[in-house]
């Protein structure tokens, strides 16, 4: 069912949380965005993430406006209402399992805006598209519709939307297309962004990368392909926390997404007590739904056909068990 659109809301209220899942492009260009738009309203915005901003985002413009910190301990009360983007689900912006008991005021409203295909629903208000590349192109074309970008608000969302559809490999529609040519009308340098984002990295990301290949894994039946990155891999590695996700990038764009006789890529990787996998499929041969995954197994998170996250208790063994049961499950015989 469609839902519709509570734009209103942000002309009703005018003091707002902003929550936003794990930082990347989309989230951190999104909010961003929004924030100025709501304070050149009038309005009061605040943005919080549950954790830091990876050092690989560093060149976007005014990151320093998103405070890191526990959202379960947030004075809520000081607002008078929550925003969460790009969240498909709650579980994306606290730890559930470590605040089991937690729970957003009950007498606020919450509106999410977001793209997500597996978004069950859980806000009051929502402004949603789950045809969009990105909450960044739900951003523009819904809100900003009579607003005068500022260059550097041009650039957040520009990489909000190239980095969520992998520099246009997935989720990219004809709209996607003329809303990233409507940004480039500003002062939006793509060749940096994209050498930045894929191209850049030095002798000790090439040395992390090679032993990332040798690690990879390839599943026949069903075919996919998965890298495991454990505590264990990074101690012997010297990959620190906040380096993960940038050698993660490198080898996902430069080499997993290449393997064109897979359909299906995985990397999963050990957190304290849980397992984050990220899956990607191939916009040609991939004939499996991963959106479908969500609620089956005690996968939390969700996403889009070819593009999600979840997270699991299991042990890796098990993780690829169920992923190999899901993918024969949900595979489709026509595209």
Known sequence: MQRKSDINILEK????????????????????VLKQYLEDQGKIADIY????????????????????????????????????????????????????????????????????????????????????????????????????LTDSQAQLLFFGIVSDTGFFRWATTSKTLKVASELTKYNVEYDKLSSIYTSDINQKDADVFQELIKRTKYHKRPKFVYLYVSKRIMEKLKIREDELQNYINIYRSHFQISLSDY?????????????????????????????????????????????????????????????????????????
């Not at 005021?105 to 793209?115: A, K, Q, T, V, Y």
């Not at 849980?274 to 609620?295: E, L, Q």
């Not at 979840?310 to 042990?315: G, P, Q, R, V």
């Open 13 to 32: 209220y005018n003091k707002f949380v902003i929550l936003i899942s794990s930082p990347d492009g989309d989230s951190i260009g999104s909010s961003i």
């Open 49 to 148: 993430a549950g954790s830091k901003i990876n050092k690989r985002y560093s060149f976007l413009p005014n990151t320093d406006q998103i405070k890191a910190t526990d959202t379960t301990k947030i004075n809520y009360f000081e607002y008078e209402i929550i925003i969460t983007i790009d969240a498909g689900n709650l579980s994306q912006l606290y730890n559930m399992d470590k605040y089991p008991n937690f729970r957003f005021p009950e007498n606020m409203g919450m509106l999410s805006i977001d793209h997500h295909e597996s978004n069950p629903g859980y806000a009051r208000y929502n402004i949603y598209d789950k045809e969009a590349s990105s909450t960044a192109e739900i951003i523009y074309t819904q809100i900003l519709k009579e607003y005068q």
């Open 263 to 335: 359909p299906i890529y995985l990397i999963i990787t050990e957190k304290r007590d849980f397992y984050i996998i990220s899956m990607r499929g191939n916009p040609y041969t991939n004939n499996v739904n991963f959106a479908k995954f969500a609620g089956h197994s005690d996968f939390e998170g969700g996403g889009h056909k070819n593009a999600a996250s979840y997270s699991s208790k299991k042990n890796i063994k098990e993780i690829i068990k169920d992923i190999s049961l899901l993918v024969k499950q949900f595979q489709e015989t026509t595209k």
